[in-house]
């Protein structure tokens, strides 16, 4: 009956263990993608800027 017991407890300890790794790898491929969009953005507005100072300075020019 002992051995039982422990392939039961062992069973649940790994499952509990499976579910952290798999949690981990999830949140970890979301703060992935949010790291990306953020840096698309990032982007997006330093562009953004540059057309907007060539605009200004094209205009003080004039």
Known sequence: MTPIIYA???LVVGLAIGYFIAKSIVEKGKASQLIADAQK???S???EAQVEGEKIK???NV
């Open 8 to 10: 039961i407890v062992a």
């Open 45 to 47: 507005l330093i562009k």
């Open 41 to 43: 953005e990032a982007k």
């Open 58 to 60: 094209n205009e003080k």
